[in-house]
T-cell receptor, first 109, second 117 residues
């Protein structure tokens, strides 16, 4: 079966750095997405990785290792508004998105 | 530019009642999707459409029907609601990515919270 694993919840301090991991086992791979979802709101796109390596976008970076079936989302200089759930999703060989359950990130002052 | 609009935002049904959720997008997207989101689980695909007049089953299609009579609209119907269909429903749309691996980024609606008693 297809599976995506992420930690259920993480806590970090304002101004710090946090890394959210995602491991996946899917039938094929055509890219990995990270979405942010604030409570009660719709998911919004953060990043997309299809090749190994690090993609940086402002305070957010996303890393991919296809051989290890592993990705992480790195958030720097954390702000209170970063409190949200972070969803990892993999595009499989049929170009269907397989979603992880999400990681709820709690930022403390 | 409204993006993806879902109606209604909230609804309470009794078991056995029927209802339709409407999704409308103004971005001329080809692909549209209906997902449900339940606590502790990833988004699960109910049905999707790759173009006007076409629909296909996703991971959890039982108990739901869909129609895409117009490119901009994607309707999700529950013919006989059950408590197991209590969930938050998200509609999403995207356009075709390019062959070099452009991301088919999904644009989501704000969600429809459905409670079935």
């Amino acid at each position: 079966g297809q599976n995506i694993d992420q930690p259920t919840e993480m806590t970090a301090t304002e101004g710090a750095i946090v890394q959210i991991n995602c491991t996946y086992q899917t039938s094929g791979f055509n890219g990995l997405f990270w979405y942010q979802q604030h409570a009660g709101e719709a998911p919004t796109f953060l990043s997309y990785n299809v090749l190994d390596g690090l993609e940086e976008k402002g305070r957010f970076s996303s890393f991919l290792s296809r051989s290890k079936g592993y990705s992480y989302l790195l958030l720097k200089e954390l702000q209170m508004k970063d409190s949200a759930s972070y969803l990892c999703a993999v595009l499989d060989s049929n170009y269907q998105l397989i979603w992880g359950a999400g990681t709820k990130l709690i930022i403390k002052p | 530019n409204a993006g993806v609009t879902q109606t209604p935002k909230f609804r309470v049904l009794k078991t056995g009642q029927s209802m339709t959720l409407l999704c409308a997008q103004d971005m001329n997207h080809e692909y549209m999707y209906w997902y449900r989101q339940d606590p502790g689980m990833g988004l699960r695909l109910i049905h999707y459409s790759v173009g006007e007049g076409t629909t296909a089953k996703g991971e959890v299609p039982d108990g739901y029907n869909v129609s895409r009579l117009k490119k901009q609209n994607f309707l999700l119907g529950l013919e006989s609601a059950a408590p197991s269909q209590t969930s938050v429903y998200f509609c999403a749309s995207t356009t075709l990515g390019d062959s070099s691996g452009g991301a088919n980024v999904l644009t989501f609606g704000a969600g429809s919270r459905l409670t079935v008693l």
